[in-house]
């Protein structure tokens, strides 16, 4: 496979918007949007190095990838818009 991906213009968010899950504040939370080209971006905390190890055999992460986490309720509210 490729290398990164070009980036796409944002098409839309998928799911609910960090308020109407309840946060405090809009600008610090996972999320979850849909791209004009059709792949996905995901606003989460990078555990790349914590997860990395813990990776069955056949899993890897190329050098231009990360492990990105996203909180449960994040991901339920965005898989109800898939």
Request: glycine share 10%.
């Amino acid at each position: 496979m490729g290398g990164a991906l070009p980036a796409a213009p944002v098409l839309r968010r998928v799911g609910l918007a960090p308020a109407e899950r309840g946060s405090v504040t809009d600008c610090t939370c996972p999320d979850v949007f849909e791209l004009e080209d059709g792949n996905f971006a995901v606003v989460g905390t990078d555990r790349t190095s914590e997860l990395e190890g813990m990776l069955p055999p056949d899993a890897g992460v190329a050098p231009y990838e990360k492990i990105v986490v996203i909180n449960r309720d994040t991901f339920l509210a965005a898989a109800k818009d898939l």
